[in-house]
């Protein structure tokens, strides 16, 4: 699996809008980028993913460079129960079924 | 919709026992993956069933460690000769097949404490 390289953490203010950034410079055309992000004390949770272009939902959105080699997930107004690790994959989206592979992520704080 | 289900939550377990874990997948998910994860790191991938057939076996599951899913429905993990770096937390996630773009929905955990 194609590695990504996120920063360890990150801090905003509650109310604000935060992007977190993800590096993936050995995209693979068919690779599709995944966001999942982990609460304490409970399993990842799924956030958003996309291909090429930017994506939104109820959650998030994904902001995705036009070479694929990076991407930012943006929270448009971060809560105290955003504060979690985030996590950043690449998942290869043709052939066989490929599994997740979790790196170390980025650990957002959320403060008043 | 009832999320996956893991149980139990917690389990203390003596070095040496043996211990079971279980994992329900929600109904309509034909893959179910186990990972396991120490504190301070993502989860790292176990293994992987399609239906009731195991598809990949990470090299992390050492022969102690076996995986079932009998009927294509809930899943077992075993542990057997527990060892106090088995200590973790187990995860289940389960998918729907035909798509790599289908996310996955994963349990709540098992924490195991070997002591």
């Known amino acids: 699996d194609a590695k990504t390289t996120q920063p360890n953490s990150m801090e905003s203010n509650e109310e604000e809008p935060v992007h977190l950034p993800c590096n993936h410079s050995t995209i693979s055309g068919t690779d599709y980028i995944h966001w999942y992000r982990q609460l304490p004390s409970q399993g990842p949770e799924y956030v958003i993913h996309?291909?090429?272009s930017n994506v939104n939902n109820r959650m998030a959105s994904l902001a995705i460079a036009e070479d694929r080699k990076s991407s930012t997930l943006i929270l448009h107004r971060a809560t105290l129960r955003d504060a979690a690790v985030y996590y950043c994959i690449l998942r290869d989206g043709a052939g066989t079924a490929s599994k997740l592979t979790f790196g170390t992520g980025t650990r957002l704080q959320v403060t008043l | 919709d009832t999320g996956v289900s893991q149980d139990p939550r917690h389990k203390i377990t003596k070095r040496g026992q043996n211990v079971t874990f279980r994992c329900d997948p929600i109904?309509?998910?034909?893959?179910l993956y186990w990972y396991r994860q120490t504190l301070g790191q993502g989860p790292e991938f176990l293994t992987y069933f399609q239906n009731e057939a195991q598809l990949e076996k990470s090299r992390l599951l050492s022969d102690r460690f076996s995986a079932e899913r009998p009927k294509g429905s809930f899943s077992t993990l075993e542990i057997q000769r527990t060892e106090q770096g088995d200590s973790a937390m187990y995860l289940c996630?389960?998918?729907?097949?035909?798509?790599?773009?289908?996310?996955?929905?994963f349990g709540s955990g098992t924490r195991l404490t070997v002591v």
């Open positions: 996630a389960s998918s729907r097949g035909g798509s790599e773009n289908y996310g996955y929905t």
């Open positions: 996309g291909l090429t």
């Open positions: 109904s309509e998910h034909n893959r």
